[in-house]
């Protein structure tokens, strides 16, 4: 059970935005969305195909205000396309977006970097990383109104060797690095980029990865904190970006790991 206490305020209240990355009630994308919700903002939601349309659908009704929820395969333009122009009709304007999507092929996820297909490569980097450059795009118009927020979900191995996440380091990497262009691109219309590092978290995606529980441990460690992050940890630092409390920060990385980070050995 969780030890994070529930914070609640009128501090989003009126604002709307968009999760895209919701599978199940352990996705990091759902314990955003109950943070930005507690704080009073009205959220849509995409799901990518029929099989996860009732799992977004029964966590989404939970929630006190209307949540409009869109199919959206990230790699298909029509999809982002047809997600826009729905939310245009029923919110009219944006103040947010999270961007909680990675995937990458299970045999790319175990083994070496060395063996990583060109197929695995270009899957992994659509998903992971061109998609927050393709969703900004298409939310542009609908965020420069009041100037809105975006946040994207990364993780260490961006940076530094974690065994076994291979492609999906590469992936990240690039997504970081969209992060800070996309935030250059974007600041004149006061639309600030910004990524949030979470250390593992238990979810569909990460059990995906080789030795995942080798991760957990090996964090839970070596963190200054001496255990494993919570997912309403994670959530709350990305509704402090996705607020106006972070109204001067833009193209940053925010690290929530326990300081896993600042560790050498
Ligand atoms: P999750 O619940 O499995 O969420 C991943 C989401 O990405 C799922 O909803 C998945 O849908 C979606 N997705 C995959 N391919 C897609 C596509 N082509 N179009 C649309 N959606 C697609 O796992 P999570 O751990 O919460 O992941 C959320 C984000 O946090 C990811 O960016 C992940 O890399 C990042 N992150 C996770 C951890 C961790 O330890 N869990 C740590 C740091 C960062 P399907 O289920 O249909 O594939």
Redesign the pocket.
């Known amino acids: 059970m969780s030890e994070t206490p529930v914070f609640t305020s009128d501090l989003l209240k009126g604002k709307k935005g968009i999760i ?5 009630k ?4 759902w314990g955003i969305a109950q943070a930005l919700a507690n704080h009073g903002a009205q959220l849509a939601f995409t799901y ?2 029929d ?2 349309k009732e799992s977004v659908q029964d966590l989404a009704s939970t929630l006190t205000q209307p949540s409009p929820l869109y199919p ?4 298909k333009d029509d999809d982002i396309k047809n997600v826009f122009e729905q939310l245009g009709r029923e919110f009219g304007s944006l103040q947010f977006l999270v961007h ?4 990458a092929k299970k045999e790319d996820l175990a083994g070496k970097t060395l063996d990583t297909s060109r197929d695995g490569f270009h899957l992994a980097q659509d ?2 990383a061109y998609s927050l450059i393709a969703l900004a795009k298409a939310a542009e118009p609908f965020l420069e109104k009041e100037g809105g927020s975006i946040v994207a ?3 260490l191995g961006s940076e530094k060797v974690i065994p076994h996440y291979n492609v999906m380091g590469l992936a990240k990497a690039s997504l970081e690095s969209s992060i800070r262009y996309l935030a250059s691109d974007l600041g004149k219309k006061n639309i600030r980029v910004n990524g949030v590092s ?1 250390g ?2 238990n ?4 059990r995906g990865i080789s030795g995942f529980t080798t991760m957990l441990e090996n964090h839970r460690n070596r963190a200054p904190l001496g255990r494993n992050v919570e997912i309403e940890e994670v959530a709350n630092t990305a509704l402090f970006l996705l607020s106006p409390l972070s109204s001067g920060i833009t193209g940053e990385i925010l690290y929530v790991d326990c300081g896993y980070r600042i560790m050498g050995a």
């Not at 895209?20 to 199940?24: T, Y």
């Not at 959206?72 to 790699?75: H, I, K």
């Open positions: 895209f990355g919701v599978a199940n352990r996705s990091i994308a990518q195909g099989r996860l959206c395969d990230v790699t909680c999507v990675a995937y998903v992971s979900l990364t993780y979470a593992p978290v979810t569909l995606a990460a």
